[in-house]
């Protein structure tokens, strides 16, 4: 498994933004895809975006589609990589504990989110009205 770190969780007001990142130990083939993901108190785990590192093909829920970014960035020399999460026009059903993952299969399978076996310890995002 990869080790994982997620930053950036904050509190803010709706219409508000914040970029999450996470910091994977190093880019390998169990980083092929990346995705963040979310769960509120009470609600199941949803998937609220992922990327193939290597094609930079994005995919977004529904639900975040045109206010979140995905993004990241491989450090020179290929050795590590960090993902990003920006979360703009924040609402407070985003409020959640967002949790980073990866995975060894891109294309088609990152689409479908299968295969994310590395998980981080999550970090809290809380939009207030």
């Known amino acids: 498994a990869q080790d994982l770190v997620e930053s950036g969780g904050d509190s803010v007001q709706a219409g508000g933004s914040l970029r999450l990142s996470c910091a994977a130990s190093?880019?390998?083939?169990?980083?092929?895809?990346m995705g963040w993901f979310r769960q509120a108190p009470g609600k199941e785990r949803e998937g609220v975006a992922r990327?193939?590192?290597?094609?930079?093909?994005?995919?977004?829920?529904?639900s975040v589609a045109g206010r979140f970014t995905i993004s990241r960035r491989i450090s020179q020399g290929s050795a590590k990589i960090t993902l990003y999460l920006q979360m703009d026009n924040l609402k407070p059903d985003d409020t959640a504990m967002y949790y980073c993952?990866?995975?060894?299969?891109?294309?088609?399978?990152?689409?479908?989110?299968?295969?994310?076996?590395?998980w981080g310890q999550g970090t809290q995002v809380t939009v207030s009205s």
């Open positions: 190093e880019y390998t083939w169990r980083t092929l895809c």
């Open positions: 993952a990866a995975g060894s299969y891109g294309g088609t399978a990152c689409y479908r989110g299968v295969g994310l076996n590395s």
């Open positions: 990327i193939d590192t290597q094609q930079s093909s994005t995919y977004y829920a529904d």
